[in-house]
């Protein structure tokens, strides 16, 4: 059977991390084809309606320096032509201006889902049709003199028209073909190679200038679908985020039932617990009398070992569970580092001599004391130490270093001739309940909550832990204590009232005698 990894459980529970993002891209695929379906552009709708919204807002703009210019035209043009003729054409052009103001003012105003993208395509076209037949009657207002100034007035507007319309192509070649067709008509007034050469040239222009609104066009389109995807992406971290809150208020909630679980249960399993302690005891030690089979007794002993494990593993998952949630409180006093290091040697030791395992201590005596909390101190050299005992071999060595760090904090080392982790392994064995394949192939008890436990009562104490292990080089823990701790650096507690007795320690940790 094969091993039964994360990916398999994961799709157990539901698909994949990568089936959902493939779902969600069919899903934004055909939602895009259906948008372009029912688009008469063949983009989506949405992007019809921008450009329509960009061509109107870009017409709004250019109405006040349209109408100076058809002013400034018309008041040139009376210069060949009656001022009334001049009059007239400038009013014309007038009404086609405020005919175009009108309408993009009131299709701005209108809601974007009220829009009607086919309606207003149209309407902007005969707009552009009626101001551009504006503009060209020009040609029949000017008189033979007048021609180049007239042709030249033609080229601009097709600039204009065109640059203005650029993101409706439609509208735009509405604008460009009654511009066009008056610079063609001067050829039924003249005939001569100069009229030909202008009304050639300008034609020309007019094209050019069509082509580039093309350009313009795809341009514009081609910023509208990147702001799509922005937007797409930005919908899509608002929605992931989302979900973070809500998975992270469902934790929270779980870790807090977790919580109230624990605190429950660990006065219900400890109250039957202290009961198959005491009198396992009792019957391990024959308080009341021999046992009549002698079985009996290694049945009591066995039943009192399985509860102290069991009392230890609580112990264990109520510490990590108060470490986790932040809850774990640090009872703080001066400790000789070394002193601390020195007893839970002397603990450990009645199983380091059963297993012929030999202790090497080099511990610097002139430390000073170190601020910290002295059971969470002794929890963490204790269980470095049975670990070292518990994975070396009989025969085996373990040292011990105890001193002063670089930076004038203080470490404690251990180093064990086991047969170490490998690399892959480290992470596993430093997760809560992880166990490497060494201890799961011999069958050596434990929880796999040591070193989680070790790591988080150094963090509390703002210290560093590392686990270097190599396979056949054993492994070494090593355990660092920042300067801040150390007593000689910490400075003295301005105490308000009246002053308190002191006693003054030497380097040792020792009282100091008196002058």
Request: proline fraction near 4%; charged fraction near 20%.
């Amino acid at each position: 059977m094969p091993d039964l990894t994360a990916e398999m459980i994961q799709r157990g529970r539901g698909p994949s991390s990568q089936e959902v993002a493939r779902r969600r891209e069919v899903a934004r695929d055909m939602r895009s084809a259906r948008e372009r379906l029912t688009s008469t552009s063949g983009l989506e709708r949405a992007f019809d309606y921008e450009l329509i919204r960009v061509y109107a807002q870009y017409r709004d703009g250019a109405i006040i320096p349209l109408a100076l210019l058809g002013l400034a035209v018309a008041g040139i043009a009376a210069l060949w032509v009656l001022p009334p003729i001049a009059v007239a054409w400038g009013l014309c052009l007038l009404a086609s201006v405020c005919l175009s103001k009108l309408l993009t003012r009131r299709f701005l105003r209108q809601a974007p889902e009220d829009v009607s993208v086919k309606a207003w395509r149209r309407a902007f076209m005969a707009t552009e049709i009626i101001q551009s037949t504006a503009w060209a009657l020009m040609i029949p207002v000017g008189a033979a003199g007048a021609r180049t100034f007239v042709l030249f007035g033609l080229v601009i507007v097709a600039a204009v028209a065109t640059m203005l319309a650029a993101t409706l192509p439609a509208a735009a070649l509405a604008a460009l073909l009654p511009l066009m067709v008056a610079a063609l008509s001067l050829l039924a007034f003249s005939h001569d190679m100069d009229t030909i050469m202008l009304v050639t040239m300008v034609v020309g222009a007019q094209v050019f200038f069509m082509g580039l609104a093309r350009r313009v066009y795809a341009s514009t389109v081609g910023a509208l679908q990147s702001q799509a995807e922005k937007d797409a992406i930005f919908g899509e971290l608002e929605q992931a985020k989302a979900n973070s809150d809500e998975a992270r208020r469902r934790a929270e909630e779980a870790n807090l039932a977790k919580s109230r679980f624990l605190a429950t249960m660990s006065h219900e399993l400890r109250t039957p617990l202290n009961a198959i302690l005491g009198f396992s005891e009792v019957m391990k030690n024959e308080v009341f009398g021999a046992h009549i089979a002698p079985s009996y007794k290694e049945y009591a002993a066995d039943i009192h070992d399985s509860g102290l494990h069991l009392l230890n593993l609580i112990n264990e998952i109520l510490d990590l569970s108060r470490i986790e949630a932040g809850r774990y409180e640090l009872n703080e006093e001066a400790i000789q580092l070394g002193h601390a290091v020195d007893e839970c040697r002397h603990m450990v030791g009645l199983r380091a001599r059963s297993k012929s395992q030999t202790f090497h201590e080099f511990v610097d005596e002139t430390l000073p004391r170190l601020w910290a909390d002295e059971r969470a101190l002794r929890q963490i050299v204790l269980n470095l130490l049975s670990n070292a005992v518990k994975f070396t071999p009989p025969g085996g060595e373990i040292t011990i270093k105890v001193g002063w760090t670089s930076s004038g904090g203080q470490y404690v080392s251990v180093k064990d001739s086991g047969p170490g982790i490998p690399e892959d392994e480290l992470g596993t064995v430093m997760s809560s309940f992880g166990r490497g394949s060494l201890a799961i192939k011999t069958a050596e008890q434990g929880s796999g909550l040591g070193l989680p436990i070790v790591k988080g009562l150094v963090d509390l104490h703002g210290g560093n832990f590392q686990l270097k292990s190599k396979p056949r080089e054993g492994t070494e823990v090593i355990v660092t204590f920042p300067a801040s701790r150390v007593m000689d650096t910490l400075p003295a507690l301005d105490l308000p009232g009246e002053a308190l007795e002191t006693t003054a320690y030497d380097k040792r940790g020792r009282p100091a005698r008196a002058a």
